[in-house]
């Protein structure tokens, strides 16, 4: 290590900064498109450096070199999931600096990186270190707590035997992790092009066409939003005049196949948007609150629950969600994984809208489910981004979303639109439903091979070298 020049650059520190340096305290106001990195606990996965970017500028990160990491050093989450989660910080990374929560540890001469590494991802160190956690929600560990922690070493060699098992091991089974992906990935092609297909009239026969073959009259998308609009004047309850909403502005869109029609969201549904509930008047039960940390692609999620009391219920019935209701996270709302948008389940009602949250109530229920469908297109998807605003917080206004043109078939066509598109995610769902499962499965093989590998005992600390 003493040979490393950037390290003979560094300038003299105290042995505990140099061993055990804290993370800079950075706001999202310090980051920038590019420059230096910054380790986060999100880069911190299970002995693996997960490459999610963030930079500061080089003027910001010449005032942190105390907070600087290089090639090799092993970085430890001292909060959040699994603390001590640590990885080693990979050769190309270039300059880069830890931030709060994430400690730099330089291994002395006596221990290997490597092996360090995969000793703090060990599960009996886990199940240690399980038991003097502390912090409620978020398990933490302070810099004492981790500087105690047990460490087995054995003599050098034995240690370099132990790695290369290890990394043998984790070659093959990542190797299968890597074909688990390369399936995911695909089956999730395979859902954008069938939803895709389905709102371009490419999956079944157009209504036209069977009404040709059967010599039939069927209603065109022309009169089905004719009716639908006749039926949102009627139905109208809001607090103001009647506006008609903007129709599609079919320029530059692509030609439909006959007997479709352009449409607009605002045509075919009503939006209406969360409530800014206060916080202080939670309770620890009563109805739900649906806040955008309770939405997944495809699912609600109350794992992280609000409740609203049901004596102050009577003002906000109109924010109930209904069963088979959409619902689209505006604030955040593209996630690596896909659109926080879902339909409501029986067991997810009743539950409150919250601000920053949107609901489409399509004004012919029968069209909710292929509704469903063009929310969940690549196209849609495509819009939003287009139309996100702010750069702290990024979210999408109501207007973003009620002029995106839909696709608008025959209802008839539709209903049998919405069944073979049913009918092929299944098979889909059950496909990732396999490979998620196997996927667990290689990470509980990856924690068995650490568990075989050590067996970690209360007798020495770990320490640092120069």
Not at 125 to 134: D, M, P
Not at 424 to 429: E, I, Q
Request: charged share 30%.
């Amino acid at each position: 290590m003493a040979g490393h020049p950037a390290r003979r650059n560094r300038g003299r520190r105290t042995k505990r900064d140099h061993r055990w340096p804290f993370g800079s305290k950075l706001k999202s106001d310090h980051y920038t498109e590019a420059g230096p990195r910054v380790i986060r606990l999100k880069n911190i996965g299970d002995t693996e450096f997960v490459d999610a970017k963030a930079h500061i500028s080089e003027a910001h990160f010449s005032t942190l070199q105390k907070h600087r990491v290089f090639p090799g050093d092993i970085v430890i989450a001292a909060l959040g999931e699994n603390p001590p989660r640590s990885c080693l910080v990979p050769e190309h990374l270039g300059p880069a600096i830890v931030k709060a929560d994430c400690i730099r540890f330089k291994a002395g001469p006596r221990i290997l990186p490597k092996f360090l590494n995969y000793v703090l991802n060990a599960p009996d160190l886990r199940r240690y270190a399980k038991g003097i956690v502390h912090g409620v929600g978020r398990p933490r560990l302070n810099l004492g707590e981790i500087k105690a922690l047990p460490i087995p070493v054995p003599p050098l060699p034995d240690q370099r035997r132990i790695v290369a098992e290890i990394e043998k091991q984790f070659t093959r089974l990542d190797a299968g992790i890597a074909a688990l992906r390369r399936t995911q990935a695909n089956l999730k092609r395979y859902r954008a092009a069938v939803l895709k297909a389905a709102c371009e009239g490419r999956l079944v026969p157009t209504e036209a066409e069977l009404a040709r073959k059967d010599r039939q009259k069927f209603e065109s998308g022309d009169a089905l939003l004719a009716r639908v609009l006749s039926d949102r004047r009627q139905s109208w309850q809001g607090r103001h005049k009647y506006k008609e909403p903007a129709v599609a502005d079919s320029t530059n869109l692509q030609r439909l196949p006959e007997g479709w029609v352009w449409a607009t969201v605002e045509q075919l549904a009503f939006l209406d948007l969360g409530f800014a509930f206060k916080s202080a008047e939670f309770e620890a039960s009563g109805i739900r609150l649906l806040r955008g940390e309770n939405l997944e692609p495809g699912r609600f999620r109350w794992a992280d629950t609000r409740y609203w009391p049901r004596s102050k219920l009577e003002e906000f019935k109109n924010l109930l969600i209904r069963e088979g209701e959409i619902v689209l996270a505006m604030d955040r709302p593209l996630i690596s994984s896909g659109l926080k948008i879902a339909r409501a389940r029986a067991d997810d009602v009743p539950c409150l809208l919250v601000q920053r949250m949107a609901r489409f109530r399509p004004v012919v229920e029968k069209m909710t489910s292929f509704l469903f469908c063009a929310l969940n297109t690549d196209r849609f998807i495509k819009h939003l981004v287009g139309g996100q605003q702010g750069t702290q917080l990024p979210h999408i206004s109501g207007d973003g979303i009620q002029s995106f043109p839909i696709a608008l078939p025959p209802l008839a066509e539709q209903t049998r639109i919405v069944a073979e598109v049913e009918r092929r995610l299944s098979v889909v769902d059950e496909l990732e439903t396999v490979v998620n499962a196997n996927l667990q499965r290689a990470t509980r093989l990856r924690q068995s091979i650490l568990s075989q590998s050590f067996r970690i005992e209360p007798k020495m600390p770990l320490q640092g070298g120069a």
